[in-house]
């Protein structure tokens, strides 16, 4: 009796491999990945579920050595790009049950409440040092100014958030964007109207 490859009786078949698709990384590096699903979101937004191929150590014995392995997560539909020949037939796809009843009945979503106002001399930032499990002291922060090249988060501090940041236990500002300078001249008291020896009427 001729043999035939396949499944076993009784045993699931295994799933088709996941398509190879681009995947543009949010600071602009594209990497090459697998997508395994795509899925749209209670806003309609899509998303694309798909995994990269990265590094990872493991234990073998008493040896730690390198291994490939896989790390999934969801990128938006505007950070995917298909590769020219590959097939996407057959990739699992789901919606939201509301954005399904949107798409049929025409209603929208309420409009986002207003951002909040950045205040004028919001010109500040705190840069948290990451801790040690074990250690027990106060967390390392550095206060930057606005320009400084070393930190790419918002500076959406006030001059008077950035001296209450820069009074905490082991705070230190910045010595590459002249963040302690500025700081000490927010700290002198503002010059008198009047020259010295001179009384006001």
């Known amino acids: 009796m001729d043999e035939v490859a396949g499944p076993a009786d009784g045993e699931p078949p295994s799933p088709p491999p996941a398509p190879a698709i681009r ?19 209670s806003t309609g937004s899509w998303f694309y579920r798909v995994s990269v191929t990265l590094w990872a150590s493991t234990q073998l014995g008493a040896r ?3 291994e490939p392995a896989d790390v999934e997560f969801d990128a938006p539909q505007t950070h995917v790009r298909p590769i020219d020949g590959v097939c996407y037939e057959g990739v699992p796809l789901t919606r939201h049950r509301d954005a399904v ?15 909040p106002t950045v205040s004028h001399d919001a010109r500040w930032a705190v840069e948290r040092e990451r801790m040690a499990y074990d250690d027990t002291g106060p967390r390392r922060i550095t206060v930057h100014t606005d320009g400084c090249f070393t930190y790419k988060g918002p500076f959406d501090l006030t001059n008077q958030q950035a001296l209450q940041a820069a009074a905490q236990p082991a705070a230190t500002p910045c010595n590459l964007c002249d963040a302690g300078k500025k700081l000490a001249q927010l700290r002198q008291p ?9 009384k006001q009427p």
């Not at 009843?101 to 951002?115: C, K, V």
């Not at 503002?190 to 001179?198: E, K, L, V």
């Open 101 to 115: 009843l949107r798409a049929r009945t025409g209603r929208r979503l309420p409009d986002p409440p207003p951002r």
């Open 64 to 66: 730690d050595v390198p």
């Open 23 to 41: 995947i543009v990384l949010y600071d602009g590096q594209e990497l090459t990945g697998r997508l395994h699903r795509r899925w749209q979101g």
């Open 190 to 198: 503002h010059a008198p109207d009047t020259p010295p020896g001179r």
